[in-house]
């Protein structure tokens, strides 16, 4: 039985089980229903750059939602004025990559803690910028009416095809991410993550990795920015502010930092449980409190981290049943 | 003239409150590792204690701050470190700032929900009054809180360099496996912080919670503060911490003035980024060395 969920081919079964039901889902969801699927999707993107940042190279950052917000600001703005939304997209992203890059020179001098506080001061900065330069944010009252995109004359304004753009978008820049992590690049930051010091005498060039980690998961919460713009169409910097940053490094902890999947897990908890949950009501966040609590406490590595457990607790449980059947055929072939 | 010395006393007051939660945090980091994210919680729940003695066991105010500092000293001392901390501490740094962090989410919550999410008005500790020291008007308030602050930090330096037992909490913090081959209790010293602090922030709590009423949001502000003032004053000094307090306080209340009243916020973030890339160690701090 476990043979067969860790198998490679039930890991493709589910990957298409999953496909299939995000496919479908127009079909059977309301237009509710169909925006928080989008928002996690958006939030997993964002989770997915904090992962690369976090989870892969170790540097802690507390700013990912300023990022996102950077990110829906230049796609909005941009579309508002008529550019079209590829065009914001990738100006969303170069910003982000850009402004994640300069933010990494911190990070070349302190580490842990320190850069904890460099993020999240950093967040705060950008969010007093989203809310105090009114000429061009329009301060507290946000930004309104964000159009929808219009790729080659297919019109993405209504829920049911915003939905599928998003789909697309993001299965696109996951598997970018999945290409990222596979590649050299991903190995050097596995490196940094786990010694630096040693990294760099093996000739790793960490100063260029570390800048590279953060423009890079930066760069993703701005393209997670420019798809949550069109998506929300109405925003104002309070969605941008620390609590945002603080919930992406949640989901990334809980759902698993350094997997692939963790994140995606990580934003379900966070976007669509509360949803699900209705009856816990506004109890929701004192019950989430109390399991991140009690999971850190038990599995530090995340619910990722938890599967893995339990697969290999099983699978140790079977060794030992199968060495107690030897040991007993042997006995029983002595006694003959 | 006048004005600046009313901001200059005024901000000294926050400073002095802000020094006392930053000395509790780096209290905490020093002995046993411990990034404290719900620290600003910290600071915020004790006056809650108190009005929820008041409001449900019906008693008088200073009853019931006794009664806040000894649920503060059990629930923010002892059960945060037997129930959060000492579990975690094997897992690293990471994973107790996420576990921090949902404690601040759940402490902020409880008391959302099982209090009230309107800023509550708090018994000052002293009557307020203004006095007119050479055309500036003080507040009485704000004189008291300098004067508590000097005297807590006064007896936290005392019970720190001149008795045994805070030879042996610096022991502690400075080299465990040392201090516990010296025979010293490193397990009851680590207690020992946790219980200052748990103090410490009860302290704050009532000091700062009849100027700024008391609300659940409040500890997001103070957390900040408190971080600051312990990382631009020095990570592993508490005269450190007590100097990054009170130019806080200081400088946020002169920029909110003189500077921008909109960008008083970014005033405090911007002197930490630059303490931290020009000295990462803080003003008064020592260097931490790195190993491989």
């Known amino acids: 039985m476990i043979d067969f969920l860790t198998s490679r081919g039930f890991k493709i079964f589910f990957a298409l089980f999953v496909a299939a039901l995000l496919i479908t889902a127009p079909f059977y969801l309301r237009n509710f229903g169909l925006y928080l699927i989008a928002m996690w999707l958006v939030i997993s993107v964002a989770a997915l750059g904090l992962n690369l940042t976090l989870g892969y190279a170790g540097q802690v950052s507390m700013a990912q939602g300023a990022f996102v917000g950077i990110g829906a600001y230049v796609t909005g703005l941009m579309t508002l004025a008529g550019v079209p939304w590829p065009v914001a997209f990738l100006c969303s992203g170069l910003l982000c990559f850009v402004v994640g890059w300069v933010l990494g020179y911190p990070a070349l001098r302190v580490q842990h803690h320190y850069l904890a506080f460099v993020t999240l001061a950093f967040s705060t900065l950008v969010f007093l910028l989203m809310r105090n330069e009114e000429w061009l944010t329009k301060g507290i009252y946000g930004l309104t009416d964000v159009p929808r995109p219009i790729l080659f004359g297919w019109n993405t304004g209504k829920a049911f095809d915003f939905y599928f753009f998003v789909l697309g978008v993001v299965t696109l820049l996951s598997l970018g991410v999945w290409w990222i992590i596979r590649s050299p690049w991903g190995r050097a930051f596995v490196a940094l993550r786990e010694n630096p010091v040693r990294a760099l005498s093996l000739g790793v060039d960490t100063r260029r990795y570390t800048l590279m980690a953060f423009a890079m998961g930066s760069a993703i919460g701005g393209f997670a920015g420019a798809l949550y713009a069109p998506l929300v169409q109405f925003f104002e910097p309070n969605s941008f502010a620390l609590p945002l940053s603080l919930n992406l490094l949640l989901m990334v902890i809980v759902g698993g930092g350094g997997t692939f999947f963790g994140p995606f897990i990580g934003a379900a908890t966070a976007v669509l449980l509360p949803e699900w949950l209705r009856i816990a009501q506004g109890y929701y966040l004192i019950i989430y409190a109390i399991v991140v609590m009690i999971l850190m406490l038990f599995c530090p590595t995340g619910i990722m981290g938890l599967g893995d457990r339990f697969i290999s607790h099983f699978r140790q449980k079977r060794i030992s049943a199968e060495r107690a059947d030897k040991a007993k055929d042997m006995a029983q072939q002595e006694g003959k | ?292």
């Open chain 2, 1 to 292: 003239m006048a004005a600046f010395i009313q901001l200059f006393v005024s901000g000294l007051a926050t400073g002095a409150i802000y020094a006392l939660v930053a000395v509790g945090f780096m209290l905490l980091w020093q002995t046993s590792q411990t990034i404290n994210f719900a620290q600003g919680e910290f600071v915020m729940i004790p006056a809650f204690f108190v009005l929820w003695a008041i409001r449900f066991l019906g008693i008088d105010f200073w009853p019931a701050v006794g009664i806040g500092v000894i649920v503060s000293l059990i629930i923010l001392g002892f059960l945060f470190k037997r129930m959060i901390v000492d579990p975690m501490i094997k897992h690293g740094v990471l994973p107790m700032v996420i576990s921090t962090i949902a404690l601040s989410i759940f402490l902020k919550e409880m008391v959302k929900d099982f209090y009230s999410s309107q800023a509550q008005p708090f018994p000052s500790l002293i009557p307020s009054s203004d006095i007119n020291f050479f055309g500036a008007v003080i507040s009485t308030q704000n004189i008291f809180i300098l004067i508590i602050a000097s005297l807590t930090v006064v007896a936290l330096n005392f019970l720190l360099n001149g008795t045994r037992l805070g030879r042996a909490m610096q022991a502690t913090a400075q080299n465990p496996t040392v201090a516990r081959i010296l025979g010293i209790p490193v397990e009851r010293m680590i207690l020992y912080t946790f219980l200052i602090n748990a103090a410490l922030v009860a302290l704050a709590s009532f000091l700062i919670s009849p100027i700024y009423l008391a609300k659940f949001t409040n500890g997001d502000v103070l957390g900040l503060a408190a971080f600051i003032a312990a990382i631009v004053g020095g990570f592993n000094q508490v005269r450190g911490a007590i100097v990054g307090g009170l130019i806080l306080g200081v400088i946020e209340n002169l920029a909110a003035a003189y500077i921008s009243a909109q960008y008083r916020g970014a005033i405090p973030l911007i002197l930490l980024i630059v303490v931290i890339l020009w000295r990462p160690h803080g003003l008064m701090g020592r260097a931490e060395e790195r190993t491989v």
